[in-house]
Nanobody, 114 residues
């Protein structure tokens, strides 16, 4: 499974961005997908996850502002980010879980600054 993330960039506080991540290869084996982020000098942390059945989980810091969803083909995951704050600045990574392996995509940088 290969993951390709896109959609990062520079946005002002209060703005919005939408991240996308497309899986290729043996995508039919994917169960859950998700987003993590890593800010400078900090550990990678969970942002949101979504199962193949559509169940979602969010970090407390993004609840009510971010929405994770999957495309109809189930091999794409999106992260709609609203009301962005400077502390959301990080490299965002998508991941995909099969029954035995976790795959990671290359990160996409999100910078929230005026």
């Amino acid at each position: 499974v290969q993951l390709q993330a896109s959609g990062g960039g520079l946005v002002q506080p209060g703005g919005s961005l939408r991240l996308s991540c497309a899986a290729s290869g043996n995508a039919v084996s994917i169960n859950a997908m998700g987003w993590y982020r890593q800010a400078p000098g900090k550990q990678r942390e969970l942002v949101a996850t979504i199962t193949s059945g559509g169940s979602t989980h969010y970090a407390d810091s993004v609840k009510g502002r971010f929405t994770i969803s999957r495309g109809n083909a189930k091999n794409t995951v999106y992260l709609q980010m609203n009301s962005l704050k400077p502390e959301d600045t990080a490299v965002y990574y998508c991941n995909a879980d099969t029954t035995s392996v976790r795959y990671w995509g290359k990160g996409t940088l999100v910078t929230v600054s005026s």
